[in-house]
């Protein structure tokens, strides 16, 4: 072969190649032209301060439920797009969750939806923000105030403070008298001053306490984080009350309670305690006070692993070495699918859109929250929303109301 045929079969092998090379990089364009873009939501919670742990857990709600609607197709609505989280830190004060909402509302203006932010102050300061920017925030946070302000973009998921009151205590008190043969008399509560535990409080003297017959006898209330509970349960202790409401809304003080109460010799049911926090089930709980210390102990939430989330609970367990489920991570991971349904309903990744199908939605009973629908009333609550009853059994915090997400019996505490 001469050299001027070398050349024109190399020039035609060049020239394919570029040519080939050319159509792959045309093909691969369109096919990314093709693919539907990514839907950024929100999570914003605290991942820094006394409150981090909550804050990681409804992290770990959050990426499973991303995940697992990727992987059955994202939303088909908008042609298989996928979800994509955004985590902001709201920090551990309510100024330091504004800033974190004014930040996230100006460097993520394509959000279409988000959740969050644990406590109720830190969701009252984020939603004035939000609300602003007509950006649609699923909470899990307790506070009435939280829907009672008159705002369109805000979505609450559990049943509010005073609801949980009215649905929890008359059980409670059931729950005693079967157990015991009497209803209690007297009652002392512990409190935090978080928006959450306020509006429970409210809800309890206004009404509630009366109503079942409970007479106040003891009344404290702290700024978290509690520097000593001593002066506290010693007050308690004087009391004699037949029930404590213990409120603590951050870990720490949740374990310098508790550690009091057990120091005093209040503990394995000489005081049966009750809680409206999901922090006293926390598995950090363990990490400072016995099973023995908790044994008996019960709390009204809004959510937590129950009954039908044995297969999420399984997989939270591989995953993050989690050793149950709180309320913050079954009620994350529903805000995810609660948000895949609104984008189906709009039709279309607007924050406008996605807070009108928030508003229209009637999708049916609910999967992981309890009682209720997917439906909100007019201002923004969840219809029908329930509550849970947990107590420490044996070193772990297991449902034991309503009977249907039921994991085990309840009993009242007795004093030994």
């Known amino acids: 072969m001469n050299k001027t045929s070398k050349g024109k079969i190399a020039n035609g092998l060049t020239r394919r190649t570029v040519l080939s090379g050319a159509a792959a990089v045309s093909l ?11 839907i950024k939501v929100g999570l914003i919670v605290p991942l820094s301060g006394i409150y981090t742990r909550p804050g990681q857990v409804m992290k770990m709600g959050a990426e499973m439920g991303i995940e697992h ?11 298989g797009a996928k979800l994509k989280l955004v985590v902001i830190d709201c920090g551990d004060t309510t100024e330091k969750a504004k800033n974190a909402a004014q930040r996230m509302v100006a460097q993520e203006p394509d959000l279409v939806a988000a959740t969050g932010s644990y406590l109720s102050s830190f969701t009252l300061a984020v939603t004035e923000v939000t609300e602003r920017a007509e ?5 899990l946070s307790y506070s009435d105030l939280l829907t009672d302000r008159g705002f369109k973009y805000i979505f609450q998921t559990a049943a509010t403070a005073s609801r949980q009151s009215e649905l929890g205590l008359p059980t409670l008190m ?10 209690p008399k007297t009652v002392a509560m512990l409190m935090d001053n978080t928006a959450t535990s306020v509006a429970t409080a409210k809800a309890l003297k206004e009404k509630l306490l ?55 010799g209040l503990g394995q049911g000489k005081i049966p305690t009750v809680s409206f926090s999901i922090t006293i089930a926390e598995p950090d709980m363990l990490q400072s006070v016995s099973p023995d210390t908790v044994q008996g102990i019960m709390t009204i939430v809004a959510n937590w692993g129950s009954k039908g989330h044995e297969a999420l609970i399984a997989e939270l367990k591989a995953r993050y070495k989690e050793p149950w489920m709180t309320q913050n991570v079954i009620s994350t991971y529903g805000d995810m699918w609660l948000m895949k349904e609104a984008l189906e309903k709009a ?23 309890p009682g209720g629908q997917l439906k909100f009333d007019e201002k923004g609550r969840r ?3 329930g509550v849970v009853i947990v107590q420490w059994q044996s070193g772990v915090p297991v449902t034991v109301y309503p009977p249907e997400l039921a994991q085990a019996q309840p009993f009242w505490p007795k004093k030994s």
């Open 347 to 369: 039709g279309k990744a607007d924050r406008n859109a996605v807070a009108q199908a928030f508003r229209t939605m009637d999708a049916g009973p609910s999967k992981y929250y």
């Open 383 to 385: 219809v029908g929303a």
């Open 69 to 79: 609607i990727n992987a059955q197709g994202g939303i088909k609505a908008l042609g």
């Open 210 to 264: 009366a109503q079942e017959g409970l007479q106040l006898v003891v009344e404290e209330v702290w700024t978290p984080p509690l520097s000593d509970a001593t002066p506290l349960i010693q007050k308690v202790r004087s009391a004699k009350p037949d029930l404590l409401l213990f409120m603590p809304n951050a870990v720490s003080d949740a374990k310098l309670g508790l550690e009091k109460i057990s120091e005093f």
């Open 174 to 183: 059931k729950l005693a008298e079967n157990a015991s043969g009497k209803k």
């Open 28 to 38: 691969a364009g369109i096919a990314r032209a093709q693919e539907p873009a990514q």
């Open 135 to 139: 950006l649609p925030v699923l909470t």
